[in-house]
């Protein structure tokens, strides 16, 4: 039977156990680490996502260390090690994570002007080239930028070998540049006769910042825009990656991660926008179902390597 005594006790019992539950979370991480896959060279990592991670720290209430990764493989196997608890992924490299048995759960990804929460794997050469056409970069070099990057990657292979071009055998050379970034200065300096590397409009791309920023420019220093580069072959709409948090981590501080990420559109705008210079509108809730075809193409790819 409920008495007074024992509701007055079921009562401070929960008063005693609500805070505990938070204060247990913090004693077990009083420091989170948010790991980034090199999309740009480290310097403009660190200053698009510093915004973020001083918001993380003010609104999980322990400090955030952000950690840019070398390569892509540095944050799946940071997440498998269970360093780095929350992390900003591609769409493949998310997928070789969950195929490889690290347990992370995505939380939002992108949402970009154009409405799309998704991007497009390109093949460039520049404007000033005789290349047109796949066809006519047969034997020609081609900069890819890491074994985990989708669109610098896994789709270029994907998608080629769907039209019929194997990459290994169509092009002479690929190399691995390491950051979307230094495929398309392999381009510009020459080394490369292509450059695999990720699109999301004519007016939001690798390209278009690194234009903005001032990094690309001919020998003679004359700068170079997004009409100084022609894409010769597009993929079909690829699901923009996820930032994840380890599935092991406690309920209450998942939580408290995906409503922080919720909000930082509104809550932080200027971090928010940081992340794509103002070209993203929102953030979209993901789960594991929409990297589903990625996994799928990943197993394609596995399986057409292991054939040849």
């Not at 799946?76 to 994570?97: D, L, M, T, V």
């Not at 390491?178 to 699109?199: I, K, M």
């Amino acid at each position: 039977m409920l008495t007074r005594r024992t509701l007055a006790g079921a009562l401070a019992a929960l008063a005693l156990t609500a805070p505990a539950t938070a204060q247990d979370w913090k004693a077990a991480y009083p420091e989170l680490t948010l790991g980034v896959i090199p999309v740009e060279n480290a310097t403009g990592t660190t200053d698009r996502y510093a915004p973020l991670t001083a918001y993380l720290s003010r609104t999980l209430g322990v400090p955030v260390k952000l950690r840019v990764a070398n390569d892509y493989a540095a944050v799946i196997e940071g997440q498998r090690a269970g360093n780095i608890q929350i992390a900003f992924y591609g769409p493949a490299s998310f997928a070789r994570a969950v195929m490889t048995g690290v347990k992370a759960e995505p939380v939002v990804n992108q949402k970009h002007n154009n409405g799309a929460s998704g991007y497009y794997s390109v093949i460039y050469v520049r404007a000033d080239s005789p290349y047109t056409t796949i066809e006519d970069l047969k034997g020609k070099n081609l900069a890819l930028v890491d074994p985990n990057s989708t669109s610098g990657n896994q789709a270029p292979r994907f998608f080629l070998q769907k039209a019929g071009h194997e990459v290994d055998k169509h092009f002479g050379k690929t190399v691995y540049a390491g950051s979307h970034e230094n495929a398309v200065l392999a381009l510009v300096q020459g080394t490369a006769d292509a450059a695999a590397n990720l699109w999301n409009s004519e007016t939001d791309s690798v390209v278009t910042r690194m234009a903005t920023k001032g990094m690309l420019k001919k020998p003679d220093g004359t700068p170079l825009s997004q009409s100084d580069f022609r894409v010769v072959f597009k993929s079909e709409f690829l699901p923009e990656g996820p930032f994840a948090v380890l599935a092991s981590l406690p309920d209450d501080l998942k939580a408290r991660i995906r409503a922080a990420f919720t909000a930082l559109p509104k809550a932080d705008k200027a971090a928010f926008d940081r992340l794509s210079d103002g070209k993203d509108l929102d953030l979209t809730p993901v789960t594991l179902k929409d990297y589903q075809p990625i996994i799928e193409m990943l197993k394609f790819n596995d399986d057409q390597r292991r054939k040849s």
